[in-house]
């Protein structure tokens, strides 16, 4: 196993590289940790010698002043820089890390060796989610028994240090640069495979039905005229790689990234 720390403003975050096989990194999502991930990391670190960190603010990456996409991103790439050889790598991502890796594989001027997005990156032609979601989402964030378990969670592998403003004014962000992201697709000359959950905003109610299907659509779109895009689905929610690690694996092994 190797570890180093990459220092990028005043942000602190350690990378372990640890496997066998081809170079790869994964990159989480938002609100996610190695910790959470451990089955799917443990999995892929038998087909892939495999660098992995954690974003700031999350497990043991350490607080930040700023939590804006750009900030994300750029510690990103700073991990894939001190990392080297972007083209001989696999990149992989869920959610938010679908896209940081998406940004840097769009950057590159052969492309990675193969990239692999999970439940993310998908270009929405507008918003998800209504301002009166996206209030009662932050007043879930804000409430007493969250920030009990963000306490409960502080100085952990698993410690989430972001506010409910942080996360809410990032998820904007987040939207708003997906409406561009067909652009980036086109600048990734490799084989890219997409395994999307099939129920992100859940089963109950037609609203969350009214969401998967939005969702579903952005997918179907992107892919349509694009050969390059393989898509791949799980019967699972947007938490897909900590509750079906199995089944992201073997869509990621069927992939053929691994050889």
Not at 148 to 172: E, F, I, K, Y
Not at 199 to 204: E, I, K, L, V
Request: negative net charge.
């Amino acid at each position: 196993m190797e570890t180093f720390t990459v220092r990028r403003d005043d942000a602190t975050i350690p990378v372990t590289v640890s496997g066998d096989g081809p170079p790869a990194v994964f990159v989480p999502g938002l609100s996610t940790t190695q910790a959470d991930l451990g089955q799917l990391l443990e999995s892929l670190r038998e087909f892939f010698r495999l660098a992995t960190f954690d974003l700031r603010g999350h497990g043991l990456s350490s607080h930040a002043a700023r939590y804006d996409y750009a900030s994300f991103a750029a510690d990103a790439a700073a991990v894939m820089a001190a990392l080297g050889a972007p083209e001989s790598s696999v990149l992989m991502g869920h959610s938010l890390g679908a896209d940081l890796v998406l940004d840097h594989a769009a950057a590159l001027p052969e492309g990675p060796r193969a990239l692999i997005l999970i439940d993310g990156a998908a270009p929405t032609p507008r918003p998800l989610l209504t301002e009166d979601e996206l209030a009662v989402m932050h007043e879930s964030l804000s409430s007493e028994e969250a920030l009990h378990t963000q306490r409960s969670l502080a100085g952990t592998p698993r410690q989430q240090l972001l506010s409910a403003d942080d996360v809410m004014g990032l998820l904007r962000e987040v939207e708003a640069h997906r409406r561009s992201s067909a652009e980036r697709f086109d600048q990734v000359d490799r084989p890219v495979t997409m395994i999307m959950s099939e129920t992100m905003a859940g089963t109950s109610g037609d609203r969350a039905r009214e969401l998967n299907t939005a969702w579903r659509e952005a997918v179907d779109v992107l892919a349509a005229g694009r050969p390059s895009i393989t898509v791949r689905r799980v019967p699972a929610g947007h938490d897909l790689v900590v509750t079906h690690p199995e089944q992201v694996l073997a869509h990621i092994l069927a992939a053929g990234a691994h050889h």
